[in-house]
Structure formats: C-alpha cells, structure tokens
C-alpha cells in the first residue's frame, strides 16, 4: 500500500470460513493468516513493525423462540460468550458480549542506520491482555429501522517473561448509532461513531531480575465517524466523514522520559559506552489533528442464469488533511554535566484524489452452488502536499553543571534546521502500483 525511501506499509491476509445450521442450530469456524509490515526512517535510525499470526476460530449460536445463545472462542486466545433477545414481530431486540483474551500486536524494532556490534537492533514485543463488553438495542417499525451500541474496551498491564516487551493500560469507549429506512426499491441508511480512548503504553527491559523502563507514553484520542448509504437497485452510493484528534502528554518526573533508549541497554554495553555514548533522552508533547471525507458510487451488472457473470466498478473521491505539532525535550548527559534542548516540529499534509475499484464475481447455480470473487483496488492521487517545519532551538537550549566541572556542553547534532515542504517523491503516475494498491480473491461453496 506505501513504499517510499522513507516509509514502507504492506499488508496481507488469507482466511477460510465455514457455517452450517441443523435446525436451531449454527455451527461456524475459521482460520485467517495475517501478515502486516511497515517501517520508517528519521535521522539516524529505523522504526520497523512487523505482525504475523494465524488465528482459528469456532463458536456455536442456538436459537429459540424469543432469544438467542452463543460461545465464540480464539486461537488469540479469546473466549467471548453472547446472548440476545428480541420480539416476535421484531419491535425490539437487546443484545450482549463479553469476551475477554490476549492478542499479540506484534513486534517494533529500533534498527540504526549504521549498526555497530555494541548496538543492533532492539525488538520489542508488544501483547495486549483485554476484557471487551458490548450491550445495543435496537427496533424495527415498519420502514424505519434503528439500533444503538456501546461498547467498552479495557486492558490491563502484565510483565510476561521477555526481555523486551511493551505493556498497556487502556480504557476505550465506542458509542455507535444508526438509522435506516427502506423505500418501494431502494434503501438509505446513516450512522455515527464515537470512540473515545485514554491510553499509557510503557517499554520495558528485562534483564535477569531487574526491569527498567525506557518508555513512558500516554495517549489521550478521540475519533469521530459519520456515514450515509443510499442503494437504489444495482447501483451503491456512500458518503463517510472523519474527524481524529489525539495528544501525547510529558511528565518531568525521573524517570518518566517518553524515551530513554540507553535503559534499554544491557550494563556490559553501557560501560562500553559510558565516555563515548551520548546518554540522551526525550520527553514529548505532541498534538494529531486530522480529517477526512470520502464519497462515491459503485454499480453492478448480473448477466445470466444457471452460471452468472457479475462486473463491478466503483469510483470514490477523497478529501484528507491534517497536522502534527512536537515538542520535544531532549536531554543530554556527559559525565556530571547535563544539557537541556528543546525542539519544535510541526508537520502538515493534505491531498485530494481519487480511489477506482474493479471487482468481478462468476456464480454456479444449484445444489452446490460455487461462487469466484476477484477484485483490484488502485489510489490515484489528485495533489498530495506535505510540509515540515523544523523549529531550531530558538534560543532555549542551556546547559546546566553539577558537581565540580563547570563549563557549558555544545551538543554535536545541534544545526540550524530548514523548514522542508513539496507534494510526492515522484510523479503521481510513477507511484501507481507502489502505492495504494490492493488486490483480493475469494471462493464461496454453499450446499
């Protein structure tokens, strides 16, 4: 989906389902692989992410008169069990979940450009333990169909045994509202998402039986989500809006750093380093504000009978804009003497274009009927612009003595920053194919 020198996103995924009913009863199962990559490079060194996991799941629903109940249980390990309830004629119906499990995020990877044997790479784990529960009601009147959710997502820290690993402590709320109504032949549907999340994420080394932290992060974020669907025969028209705002805040207590990348250091390497090695750390505060929209149209034909040909195409344009402001604090020690820098950064990005989808489905009808899906996805960018403003440190950097060495420190990497600004590395024509493509294909039996 991204591949430029600097930053690098791909995605992959296979999945199997199966469901069969006898009666009251429904019995269902999976199996999905998931490959996701992606990296990014900044001064000095590389931020590499990588998850690959496959999960199986299988669960059960059996249904009676007025309510339905359910167990789902995951690989991740995840168990959720579920029930509903609703009315004869549909006027009302409640759902609830609950579920609770582990999942794997995958692994960061702090990777210097220039490795040495002292520093290489430093992997870290990250495995979030969760308790999810989700309660909606919803009602249909004649036309008029409306159903309302909230759903709760807690997580809670562990030290699992690694040496390397993150840990996080979350609380996330979703509130979910939608309307629909049907026509003689057609139908419109609308809906709106609030999510709210407050979030700390903590690094730890773990060496024999001591840990330290080299990351303190909390996140507060909020998204907001709004949707209008109109189907009219074979013809699909959507209309979606997003709005996310989010800030890392700093604390200036010890050992509170947002990053201090020489704790994740074993002792051996930092007597190595200790008259060399620049015992740097950071603390942050940074504000995520952005926007988008997107609106298009998708049609498709149905020729045939016994073996049907279905093409499709869909064409959306979007609109997205959005910035970040730093501030960052970075400390620097050598030996009994401390230097203190501060550093502005304000990065802005905005970009029109337009996003064209061909798909294609061939259909056997019958006793067993068979069903291939293929389809391609290309972003093709309109105007994309990004701007980076690199503030120096304006005259609020000074460096502070302690003990019996007096004198100021000059900090080697300090020069006069340049504010950075353009559209695409390339022409738009040139990043097609590497940048925002997707392709899926999928195969359905029904007996």
């Not at 995605?11 to 429904?26: E, L, P, V």
């Not at 029930?83 to 549909?90: G, L, M, Q, T």
């Not at 909230?150 to 309307?179: F, M, Q």
């Not at 259909?363 to 009927?369: A, L, N």
């Amino acid at each position: 989906m991204l591949h430029q020198k600097d930053k690098h996103f791909a995605a992959k995924g296979c999945s199997i389902r199966d469901t069969f009913s006898i009666k009251n009863f429904d019995v269902y199962g999976s199996i999905q692989h998931i490959e996701i990559h992606s990296r990014y490079t900044e001064n000095n060194w590389h931020l590499k992410t990588a998850s690959k996991q496959t999960i199986a799941n299988a669960g059960f629903e059996s249904h009676f008169k007025n309510y339905s109940l359910g167990l789902d249980v995951s690989t991740l390990p995840m168990v959720m069990p579920k029930a509903s309830f609703h009315r004869d004629d549909s006027l009302f119906t409640a759902k609830t979940r609950f579920a609770f499990g582990t999942v794997n995020l995958g692994t960061i990877s702090w990777v210097p450009t220039k490795q040495t044997e002292l520093i290489s790479t430093i992997p870290v784990d990250w495995e979030s333990h969760f308790v999810y529960s989700e309660l909606s009601a919803g009602s249909k009147i004649k036309n008029h169909y409306i159903n309302l959710s909230l759903n709760h997502i807690r997580t809670l820290p562990r030290n699992p045994d690694k040496e390397y690993y993150l840990r996080d402590s979350a609380s996330v709320l979703v509130l979910n509202g939608e309307y629909g109504y049907a026509f003689s032949n057609s139908r419109l549907d609308a809906g709106y998402t609030y999510i709210g999340a407050d979030m700390t994420v903590y690094g730890i080394y773990h060496e024999e039986t001591s840990r330290k932290r080299f990351m303190y992060l909390p996140i507060e974020a909020s998204v907001h989500m709004g949707y209008a669907r109109w189907q009219w025969e074979n013809l699909w028209t959507h209309l979606e809006l997003m709005h996310i705002s989010g800030k890392v805040f700093s604390n200036q207590e010890r050992f509170y750093e947002t990053l201090a990348l020489n704790r994740a250091l074993p002792g051996s390497v930092l007597k190595g380093l200790s008259f060399s090695f620049l015992q740097r750390t950071f603390r942050a505060d940074a504000e995520l504000d952005a926007s988008a929209i997107v609106s298009g149209a998708s049609y498709y034909w149905k020729k045939g009978k016994r073996y049907i040909f279905k093409p499709s195409v869909e064409l959306d344009f979007f609109g997205a804009s959005g910035e970040v402001n730093i501030q960052k604090e970075i400390e620097t020690v050598i030996l009994t003497t401390h230097q203190i820098t501060n550093e502005k950064t304000l990065r802005k990005v905005s970009g029109i274009g337009s996003i064209l989808s061909l798909g294609i489905e061939l259909q056997k009808e019958g006793p067993v009927s068979v069903s291939l899906q293929y389809g391609i996805s290309q972003i093709i960018p309109f105007y994309v612009d990004y701007k980076d403003y690199l503030a120096d440190s304006d005259g609020d950097s000074n460096s502070k003595p302690s003990g019996g060495i007096i004198g100021s420190i000059v900090n080697p990497n300090d020069q006069v920053a340049k504010d950075k600004s353009g559209s695409l590395e390339r022409s738009a024509s040139a990043l097609l194919f590497r940048n925002g493509f997707a392709t899926h294909l999928g195969i359905a039996v029904k007996f």
